[in-house]
């Protein structure tokens, strides 16, 4: 193609809300063999929703979704966002002071000065997050966070959890000073046009793989709603990068579709990264393509937009 042809594809794409970083990588979309697909945010709407909040301490909903939702405060994962938007309901509903005042709105403002002081903050990506509230820790996230920190997960938690994960949802757990306090379970629906993409690539002679760090249970359900049989998970984001340098090993180009920080060593690693527009700023720098659209259609209309202006001058 001439550079002319790229500046027009790059400019069609542009108006498509499909922002292309440079010729290489607009040449390199049109021989796209495999499509990694990222779970969370990506396959996924993003609107993660709570649906069950079960508390094994005698410590009431309230006090706990205060604490969940001041250490998640810190973060901007899809469960986090979750986490806050349940709680700022629950907690404009519960307290009379705010119910009852004409002046509040189900907003940000209502949790200022209730949320709880918390130190020392980190994110562990695939697995949650960790602070200190009250000179305690606070761990919420997978077993494997709870493992790793070495929180004991009683039998009667792990079969609410398995019976979360085998309806789809996330189970996330929650540890305060070392003690199992409670179980959120998380449904973060497909986006309409997933399975439909998958197809689409699919005619197009392109497979479609999921990779997540959330569990098998989860995974399994959710690939088979989006039509995709091979399913990788419980994947830390290093291991995401390894699953697109085994796919490229035979000399395949590989396209990585994320929106997290956990996402960016596989965009980085892949031929073609693409990021949800609405991902992260590190996916997102980390990226070949931006899909402003947050539709995962866009990831067919990249790639036929690469053959249409690369594929007829061979
Ligand atoms: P995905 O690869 O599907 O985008 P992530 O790698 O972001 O998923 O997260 C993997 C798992 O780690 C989640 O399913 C959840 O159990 C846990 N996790 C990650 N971030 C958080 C968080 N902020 N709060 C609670 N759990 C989290
Ligand atoms: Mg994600």
């Known amino acids: 193609a001439t550079p002319t042809a790229v500046m027009v594809a790059t400019g069609v794409g542009a108006n498509n809300g499909v922002l292309i970083k440079g010729g290489d990588a607009l040449e390199r979309a049109e021989k796209i063999r495999y499509v990694i697909f990222d779970k969370t945010g990506t396959l996924t709407q993003s609107k993660a929703a709570v649906t069950t909040v079960k508390v094994f301490t005698g410590m009431n909903r309230g006090e706990f979704l205060k604490l969940v939702a001041s250490a998640e405060s810190n973060s901007e994962h899809p469960i986090s966002k979750a986490i806050l938007d349940y709680t700022r309901h629950f907690h404009f509903f519960e307290d009379p002071s705010v119910t009852n005042n004409p002046q509040n709105v189900i907003n940000d403002t209502i949790m200022t000065g209730w949320l709880l002081h918390t130190v020392d903050f980190c994110a562990i990506p695939g ?49 305060y000073d070392s003690e199992l306090i409670g179980v959120l379970g998380i449904a973060d629906p497909l986006k309409r046009e997933a399975a439909v993409v998958v197809e689409g690539l699919f005619k197009m002679g392109v497979r479609s ?24 998970a419980e994947v830390m984001p290093a291991g995401k990068a390894d699953i697109i340098r085994l796919f490229q090993k035979d000399g395949s180009i590989v396209a990585m579709v994320g929106d997290g920080i956990n996402d960016s060593p596989a965009l980085a690693a892949a031929d073609v990264g693409m990021a949800i527009g609405a991902g992260t700023d590190i996916a997102i720098e980390a990226a070949d393509y931006v899909l402003m659209k947050n539709n995962l259609e866009d990831v067919i209309t990249a790639i036929d937009l690469s053959r249409k202006t690369f594929a007829r001058i061979r």
């Open 127 to 175: 697995r949650g997050i960790q602070c200190y509230i009250n000179e305690k820790q606070i761990l919420v996230g997978n077993r494997s966070l709870l493992g790793e920190k070495g929180v004991d997960i009683p039998g009667d938690v792990e079969e609410v959890v398995v019976d979360l994960e085998e309806n789809a949802k996330t189970g996330i757990l929650v540890a």
């Open 209 to 232: 793989i999921m990779v997540t760090g959330d569990n098998w249970r989860t995974a399994r359900a959710v690939a088979k709603e989006a039509g995709i049989q091979d399913v990788r």
